[in-house]
């Protein structure tokens, strides 16, 4: 068998559970097809010279080209960056951009992943990375995140940082009791 | 006594309880892209009255930019630029609300020296932050109060469109 009418031929004769399990055996590779093109897409926008300097409320070329990267791969491409940001070399000032990147971004199929992401890298090492997730979470402006806010607060070595953290969540629960009186 | 505004990025002025290769009192070089300079000149904003004046200004910075997002600045007195011997140059800014313009100033003949000095005063000054949605409803309430010129908005089409629907329905 050579040609796709050939394989779409052999497929068609095949009893339904065999079908099923094709079709399991499809989806499965194209998710780690997905996924593969994901890793490397946002693994070369890290590794290029990025000769920007990032300046809040300006696009800079990294922002467009990671957008692009997350509208075409999905959560792929977020779960791609999560392994990212959270690696122990990581390009601070990437990561930090990418984080508020992705907390601005108003995309409902990755908004999940998003929000964990950005959760996540509220206990990262680095202080301007977990500043940049606390940004995200204000931007994204998601009350699931209260629990996750409060406990990086309360780990927080920063006074600074951690103040900048209790306006998030002050903002959070503002938010969330907008949300519960709207729906009573 | 009037109050120098600075935009900055505060993640550059943590001090060493955040960054833990930082020795005590240090700063980080990165503070340093923070004032960076175009023909030896430093943009900064006179601000008077401190809460009203500071609301107007913030929101006149945001609506010069691509999107709206959070803000980050430094306020400190005015006479630490004196007593640091810096040029304060009257030049009108180019918001789109013309009374901040008129309190907008070039620091003048600035050099590595004194780029150095006023990092020290920022670094011991009053740093704050503005969050995006805080940002976004002083930009609304400014354009719905005429201060800011829409037309002269650097925003995004989509971006203009979304805050006026919002002035429309307060």
Known sequence: ????????????????????ELILFLATRLRADAVR???????ELFNREWDELFEDGLESEFARKLKC????????????????????????????EALRVIGRMNDPLTHDKRLSLLE???????ARVRDAASVGLASLDDPRAIP???????????????????????????????????VK | VPLVFRKIEKAKWYKTSAVPWLAP?????????DLSTKGNKLSVYLVEDELEALKRLIAALAANRDFITKLDYALFQEDSLSNLGIRVVEEEGDTPDHVVNTWHRNLSEITVEKIVSLAEVI?????ERVLEKRVRALV???????????????????????????????
Not at chain 1, 37 to 43: E, I
Not at chain 1, 120 to 126: I, N, V, W
């Open chain 1, 1 to 20: 068998m050579n040609t796709l009418a050939e394989i779409e031929a052999a497929a068609d004769v095949l009893p339904p559970e065999q079908k099923q």
């Open chain 1, 37 to 43: 093109t994901a890793q490397s897409d946002v693994a």
């Open chain 1, 69 to 96: 990267v997350i509208e075409r791969e999905g959560e792929s491409a977020i779960d791609s960056l999560a392994s990212v940001v959270s690696a122990p070399d990581v390009n601070e000032g990437l990561a930090a």
């Open chain 1, 120 to 126: 996540g890298a509220l206990f990262g090492p680095a």
């Open chain 1, 148 to 182: 996750c806010v409060i406990r990086a607060i309360n780990d927080e070595s920063s006074s600074e940082l951690r103040e900048d953290m209790k306006q998030v969540l002050q903002q959070l629960e503002q938010t969330d009791s907008c949300l519960s009186s709207s």
């Open chain 2, 25 to 33: 009192d240090a700063l980080q070089a990165d503070a340093l892209s």
């Open chain 2, 123 to 127: 670094k011991n000054s009053r740093k």
């Open chain 2, 140 to 170: 609304i309430h400014a354009l719905a109060s005429n201060q800011i010129d829409s037309g002269r908005m650097k925003l995004g089409a989509e971006t203009i469109a979304d805050l006026e629907r919002s002035v429309c329905s307060n």
